[in-house]
């Protein structure tokens, strides 16, 4: 890898760490980041040994949203679609996060608005650094929202919160992220990637398939009636009883000792 990658991968204890790496971009979502993060979350998805992810930013911006001097260019060239990049890069995007078969983890190092705060609710959970902040910005650019924000971001704040933070386009600071419940911790800046790391290395070292399963519940029990999660957990759990870390935790129970998951 070279500083002029866009994206950076590195693995450790079963954790990839994606980093978006245009810091003096404010880590901006250009096609080529868009398709090279795309690609990033679909193999890590696709990859055994990689039992958590991390998501975060190079410098001092987790992500800006979309390029607007790209988006600009497209617009003076008289392009005929120029935000197809919604149905070509950010719906794959936040479907490949939302539905990632192992726990992924938004570091939110720094500002994150429009698509790059999207991707941050789409998270399984957000860590967020004293200096981040989160911004719907959609409607200072006059556009509505993608990215799958207004599926998500109601499904972490409510229905009134979500509409007054894309109306009226306002930025949340951590403090009041963390009070809303927009992010999940809120660390010193300096130990943010830190804290990513530990809690991702805690969660790969767990039972995966499980967390595949928790993951694919809550969507359903989210959208659907009683009947429909009801139906889910029977069905997850009929899959997970007969699963290698299962016997491993009921074992290690009866004998008293830590359970040594596998992710299978």
């Not at 809690?199 to 989210?222: C, D, E, F, H, R």
Request: proline share 5%.
């Amino acid at each position: 890898m070279t500083t002029e990658d866009v994206l950076l991968t590195a693995d450790v204890d079963g954790v990839r760490t994606v980093t978006l790496n245009r810091p003096k971009a404010y880590n901006s979502l250009t096609v080529e980041l868009k398709e090279r993060l795309l690609a990033a979350l679909r193999e890590a998805s696709a990859d055994p040994a990689v039992r958590a992810v991390v998501l975060t930013g190079a410098g001092k911006a987790f992500c800006a949203g979309q390029d607007l001097k790209e988006h600009v260019g497209l617009l003076q060239a008289g392009d005929p679609a120029p935000l197809r990049t919604v149905q070509d890069h950010y719906n794959p995007i936040v479907r490949a996060i939302v539905e990632m078969p192992k726990p992924v983890i938004a570091a939110v190092n720094g500002p994150a608005a429009g698509a790059g705060a999207a991707f941050a609710y789409a998270a399984d959970l957000r860590i967020a650094a004293s200096s981040a902040n989160f911004l719907m910005a959609f409607a200072n650019v006059g556009l509505g929202p993608d990215s799958g924000a207004s599926w998500t971001l109601q499904r972490l704040v409510g229905y009134g919160r979500a509409a007054e933070l894309m109306l009226l386009a306002r930025t949340v600071g951590a403090e009041e992220a963390l009070s809303l419940g927009l992010v999940t911790e809120l660390v010193p800046d300096e130990e943010l990637a830190g804290r990513a790391q530990a809690l991702a290395a805690k969660l790969a070292a767990g039972p995966t398939v499980s967390y595949a399963k928790i993951k694919q519940v809550l969507t359903v029990a989210a959208e659907g009636s009683l009947e429909d999660a009801l139906a889910a957990e029977d069905a997850a759990q009929t899959v997970l009883g007969s699963t290698a870390d299962h016997r491993e935790a009921v074992e290690a129970f009866v004998t008293k000792r830590k359970p040594d998951f596998q992710g299978k």
